[in-house]
């Protein structure tokens, strides 16, 4: 069975940095792009970020490029997402997503964990 | 990055068959075949319901059932069901390695 764990997430002041993680198991995580999707609390979806199986594409939304990088650990089954700069509208439920493939292009979400709540907020 | 433009909320009676809209631009749905739809109830996970336009993962019913036509790709759900009642978001590739997200549009089974 799939499993996604998030981890990380709390109450950061505005212009500080947080790392949060998602922690795989369940399925070959190497073989498989996975994402970042936030949800603002009662907004809707946004997608923030998906790296490849290999990190050798890598793709940002507008909202967050420059402030936040994604990488993996494929030894250590684990996806992170370092996030600099971070400002109030940044708050939300940070989702880790699979991806049904290996690729960035055609990357839909098999599999999603229960996130991981970040609060920015002096 | 502008969102996917989806209807706030659409509604039916339960056996109706409702259609939720899901429009952009050639830039992302209609340049590519890369739109999925998800189910969210609340305080859940998000649900892939539809993938590559007209994929249904195995498990899902199939009274949900995804086309697109031009810049707007549609999901329909057939045999409207009280557990049906959520929100529901489509996404699409867009060009340079991005994904956006739609509106979402609450489903109300009255």
């Known amino acids: 069975e799939v499993q996604l764990v998030e981890s990380g997430g709390g109450l950061v002041q505005p212009g500080r940095s947080l790392r949060i993680s998602c922690t795989a198991s369940?399925?070959?995580?190497?073989?498989?792009?996975m994402h970042w999707v936030r949800q603002a609390p009662g907004k809707g979806l946004e997608w923030v970020s998906g790296i490849s199986w290999n990190t050798g594409t890598i793709g940002y939304a507008d909202s967050v490029k420059g402030r936040f990088t994604i990488s993996r650990e494929n030894a250590k089954n684990s996806l992170y997402l370092q996030m600099n700069s971070l400002r109030p509208e940044d708050t939300a439920l940070y989702y880790c997503?699979?991806?049904?493939?290996?690729?960035?292009?055609?990357?839909?979400?098999?599999?999603w964990g229960q996130g991981t709540l970040v609060t920015v907020s002096s | 990055q502008s969102a996917l433009t989806q209807p706030a909320s659409v509604s039916g009676s339960p056996g109706q068959s409702i259609t939720i809209s899901c429009t952009g631009t050639?830039?992302?749905?209609?340049?590519?075949?890369?739109v999925s739809w998800y189910q969210q109830h609340p305080d859940k996970a998000p649900k892939l319901m539809i993938y590559d336009v007209t994929n249904r993962p195995s498990g899902v019913s199939n009274r949900f059932s995804g086309s697109k036509s031009g810049n707007t790709a549609s999901l329909t759900i057939s045999g409207l069901q009280a557990e049906d009642e959520a929100d529901y978001y489509c996404?699409?590739?867009?060009?340079?390695?991005?994904?956006?997200f739609g509106t979402g549009t609450k489903v109300t089974v009255l």
């Open positions: 050639s830039s992302d749905v209609g340049g590519y075949n890369y």
């Open positions: 369940g399925f070959i995580f190497d073989d498989y792009a």
């Open positions: 997503a699979k991806a049904a493939n290996y690729m960035l292009r055609d990357s839909y979400y098999d599999s």
């Open positions: 996404t699409s590739y867009r060009t340079s390695s991005t994904y956006v």
